[in-house]
Nanobody
Framework: VQLQASGGGLVQAGDSLSLSCTAS????????VGWFRQAPGKEREFVAA????????YYADSVKERFAVSRDNAKNTVYLQMNSLKPEDTAIYHC????????????????WGQGTEVTVSS
């Protein structure tokens, strides 16, 4: 599975942004997909994950109630809708895929895509 994240940009605090993760491969619908981010000088952190069929989602506490993950397997795409953005959301966002369930840790993700940069100004 090859993944590519897109949709990043420069926004102001309080704005919304939607990221997409597009995958190649016929078996994409069998994978849990997660979003991770890495801010400058910080370690990569988990953001959100969605199960293979979209029935289950899981979020980091820092983004709950603000971010929503969804997927369209017919389009081989997973989305991350980010609302009420804060400066601390500034990071490079990556999507990744795993055959483990939606509670998988980052070490259990086998496939990683190039990131997309999100910058939130105050």
């Amino acid at each position: 599975v090859q993944l590519q994240a897109s949709g990043g940009g420069l926004v102001q605090a309080g704005d919304s942004l939607s990221l997409s993760c597009t995958a190649s491969g016929r078996t994409f619908s069998e994978y849990t997909v997660g979003w991770f981010r890495q801010a400058p000088g910080k370690e990569r952190e988990f953001v959100a994950a969605i199960s293979w069929n979209g029935a289950n989602t899981y979020y980091a506490d820092s983004v709950k109630e603000r971010f929503a993950v969804s997927r369209d397997n017919a389009k081989n795409t997973v989305y991350l809708q980010m609302n009420s953005l804060k400066p601390e959301d500034t990071a490079i966002y990556h999507c990744a895929a795993t055959r483990f369930n939606f509670l998988a840790t980052s070490k259990e993700y086998n496939y990683w895509g190039q990131g997309t940069e999100v910058t939130v100004s105050s």
